[in-house]
């Protein structure tokens, strides 16, 4: 929807509502469900994490980071923050800078929207299922399921990708930019709970959440490759998990579900845990240890700590390793929930009663291993149906930096999850689609003369069209 206000001319990059000119180019929105904007309404629970307070494109998996913090600069998220402000919806922030509609419900979020879409007097049909898109010599062909047509100068594609299907999301524009000559990155859920084998070490402890920091590496790497310095995962993550009878779910599981699928697709990975680092009151995680509920979202990326040395692990658990009387067990759990670290030390092959002075070298390796590099065993991803994302998508290399038209397709512009930029788990999704929806709105009438905008494709749930004529 917002790619539709941006292509009317009645939004500015800052968020404020233009009154509508006479001369505005005719939008009109398609959409695929007879009910609109499902992935608002049942996003964060319900509440819709509309935005993050702190965004850039680290945040973000994608082919070209520079395009993305260019996109995420020019309608940053202090600009759809004062959008839907001035329209009446206050808005708050959590730890670790996820924002909220106070009233806690994502219908006030799409209440502001559909305003501004009948403010802007922009027509919205809904159901209208389009099953193809043909470039014409002026602009474009839109086919719908009904059989009937419309014919648009510039056509917006904001259909979303496969996550969700129930809201409407079931892969449609991916095919089309797949038919119509793109290359794209492979899709695959993103943000989903990641499944783990049997008989790792957090069986049993379905319903404990847990501080981590998550490792993503190739098989067969030396512990000691994996805590040096040089090292660069396939993916990390830290913040809280939340064990369940089929794996883990929670922040930091899902900011490394995307690289997890991907590479359990093309080779042999491992997923390690270090539940050793957080639980630092002086750490990055310190501030959250005693809250009742953790964090909804992971740290940002530069401030993960890296898994630690054998060294720096010694160093840092002395005063834990001085308590020579005391089992394993019981030092530990200090630190550790107990459940867990019973399950980790004997996971390890370490008895949790044995006296911390009984630890011979080999045996002070093993819990420097057990705390701070556990494998997970990592069997796979969930799927599409609870995944709060798709990864992949057309790549921008593709796509017109200005405008986000695609270079294969002329008069066809994309935003949002169509494209190859998947955020975290925090809002930076629902960031991305405001900036990049904004872009190609404001591109795709930027390509035309005044008044000339005939169809454009946004997201409801759906697409939007710039344009009038229908047959």
């Known amino acids: 929807m917002l790619a539709a206000l941006a292509a009317r001319g009645v939004?500015?990059?800052?968020?404020?509502?233009?009154?509508?000119?006479?001369?505005?180019?005719?939008?009109?929105?398609?959409?695929?469900?007879?009910?609109?904007?499902?992935?608002i309404l049942v996003s964060g629970g319900s509440r819709c994490n509309l935005t993050n307070a702190h965004v850039d494109e680290r945040d973000y998996d994608t082919d070209s980071p520079h395009l993305v913090r260019r996109l995420l600069k020019g309608f940053p998220p202090a600009s759809i923050r004062g959008f839907f402000e001035t329209h009446g919806c206050a808005l708050y922030e959590e730890a670790l800078g996820k924002v909220f509609p106070c009233s806690d419900d994502a219908r006030d979020i799409l209440r502001v929207l559909l305003g501004a879409i009948d403010r802007g007097k922009i027509p919205l049909i809904a159901p209208a299922e389009v099953v193809d898109i043909e470039q014409t010599e002026g602009g474009m062909n839109v086919d719908l399921?009904?059989?009937?047509?419309?014919?648009?100068?510039?056509?917006?594609?904001?259909t979303g990708g496969k996550s969700l299907p129930k809201t409407g999301s079931r892969g449609f524009g991916l095919e089309l930019l797949a038919r119509r000559g793109h290359v794209l990155s492979p899709a695959l859920p993103g943000l989903t709970p990641v499944l783990l084998e049997r008989e790792g070490p957090l069986r049993g402890?379905?319903?404990?959440?847990?501080?981590?920091?998550?490792?993503?590496?190739?098989?067969?790497?030396?512990?000691?490759?994996?805590?040096?310095?040089?090292?660069?995962?396939?993916?990390?993550?830290?913040?809280?998990?939340?064990?369940?009878?089929?794996?883990?779910?929670g922040p930091a599981p899902f900011d490394v579900s995307g690289p997890c699928g991907r590479s359990l697709s093309s080779g042999a990975v491992e997923l390690r845990a270090d539940f050793w680092s957080l639980t630092a009151p002086a750490g990055p995680w310190g501030p959250y240890l005693g809250m009742a509920k953790l964090p909804g979202a992971a740290l940002r990326p530069c401030?993960?700590?890296?898994?630690?040395?054998?060294?720096?692990?010694?160093?840092?658990?002395?005063p834990l390793l001085a308590t020579r009387d005391r089992g394993l067990g019981t030092a530990f759990a200090e630190r550790i929930p107990r459940s867990l670290l019973q399950g980790l030390l004997r996971a390890a092959d370490l008895d949790p009663s044995q006296?911390?002075?009984?630890?011979?070298?080999?045996?002070?390796?093993?819990?420097?291993?057990?705390?701070?590099?556990?494998?997970l065993k990592l069997s796979g991803c969930e799927g599409y149906a609870k995944a709060e994302v798709t990864s992949g998508g057309v790549r921008l290399e593709d796509l017109s930096p200005a405008t986000?038209?695609?270079?294969?397709?002329?008069?066809?512009?994309?935003?949002?999850?169509v494209v190859n930029a998947t955020g975290r788990l925090g809002g930076f999704n629902f960031q991305w689609a405001w900036s990049s929806g904004f872009a190609a709105g404001r591109g795709a009438a930027k390509t035309l003369a005044a008044g000339d905008i005939r169809i454009a494709t946004s997201r409801v749930?759906?697409?939007?069209?710039?344009?009038?004529?229908r047959s």
Not at 29 to 34: D, Q, T, W
Not at 208 to 236: D, H, N
């Open 145 to 158: 399921a009904d059989g009937g047509n419309w014919t648009a100068r510039r056509v917006i594609l904001a």
């Open 355 to 375: 006296p911390v002075k009984q630890l011979e070298q080999k045996a002070r390796t093993r819990l420097w291993l057990a705390l701070t590099q556990a494998d």
């Open 11 to 39: 939004l500015d990059a800052d968020g404020n509502s233009l009154p509508l000119r006479a001369d505005a180019p005719d939008v009109v929105l398609l959409n695929n469900e007879p009910r609109l904007g499902l992935k």
């Open 205 to 249: 402890l379905a319903g404990l959440t847990v501080p981590v920091v998550l490792t993503l590496a190739p098989c067969g790497m030396a512990p000691e490759q994996r805590s040096g310095r040089k090292f660069s995962p396939l993916a990390r993550s830290g913040g809280s998990l939340l064990v369940t009878h089929k794996g883990a779910t």
């Open 461 to 469: 749930g759906n697409l939007d069209l710039l344009g009038r004529n």
């Open 303 to 318: 401030d993960v700590p890296r898994t630690p040395t054998r060294e720096e692990f010694e160093r840092q658990a002395a």
């Open 404 to 417: 986000l038209e695609s270079r294969l397709c002329k008069h066809l512009f994309c935003c949002g999850e």
